[in-house]
């Protein structure tokens, strides 16, 4: 830990299948501060009669605190953001830093409280984020953003809290202001998957719409759309 004056410990890489090897530190939970540097070497033994012995480059992470924020307890079922009884749909929160006091290091997980869940689809699902000065949304913003998870296709996995572990962990610091963005661009349609939302007035932006041309996840302007209610 931090330096290699603090003492050394070893513990075994057991075969758990084929060239897979595992197994926890041995260390506990008081062993270690947030902050706190953790260096590691793997060391392999051949099977020839040598025995060879070898180890990869030294190797480090740092200990994080995860926390879970909740924003809001709202009861209110929102269509936003994954309106696909649409073919395409765009959505923009914005958290000022009071709503997300605490936070601070990795985002790493979103999470949505679902109502119900359709078993459509979302392809060219994309969640981005962007920290920012801005106050209120009275439209898309449409630069700055880091994209944090964009698979071929997202499918909503059931009802009740659905976390989405992120591809690419945002990095805020206390104070910020945050953007979260939810986009897909699909050429079918079904049903809304509604989640529980707070009314919150300038603190969201969403459209959604028949798209026959560009990307739900680009577009600012839309010829048919909806503006969210809640």
Not at 7 to 22: V, Y
Not at 179 to 206: D, F, H, K, L, R
């Amino acid at each position: 830990r931090n330096n290699t004056g603090t003492g050394i410990k070893h513990f075994k890489l057991n075969n758990t299948s084929g060239a897979t090897f595992t197994s926890l530190f041995n260390s506990v939970n008081a062993d270690v501060n947030v902050g706190d540097i953790i260096y590691y070497r793997v060391f392999a033994r051949d099977n020839s009669s040598n025995h060879n012995t070898d180890s990869t480059a030294l190797n480090q992470f740092n200990i994080i605190n995860l926390t879970t924020i909740t924003v809001g307890t709202g009861t209110t079922s929102s269509n936003f953001p994954f309106t696909t009884y649409w073919m395409d749909g765009r959505t923009q929160y914005l958290y000022l830093a009071s709503d997300i006091s605490g936070m601070a290091g990795n985002i790493t997980q979103i999470g949505f409280n679902f109502i119900t869940a359709d078993p459509a689809p979302l392809n060219g699902f994309k969640i981005s984020m962007k920290t920012t000065t801005a106050t209120s949304l009275t439209g898309f913003e449409t630069s700055g953003f880091t994209t944090c998870f964009a698979p071929t296709s997202y499918t909503v996995p059931g009802t009740g809290w659905q976390m989405i572990t992120l591809t690419l962990p945002f990095v805020i610091n206390t104070g910020n202001n945050l953007i979260v963005e939810v986009c897909y661009n699909n050429s079918s349609y079904t049903q809304y998957s509604t989640v529980n939302g707070t009314a919150a007035t300038g603190m969201y932006w969403g459209r959604y719409g028949d798209l026959s041309t560009g990307d739900g996840c680009a577009t600012t302007t839309w010829t048919s759309s909806t503006a969210p209610t809640v």
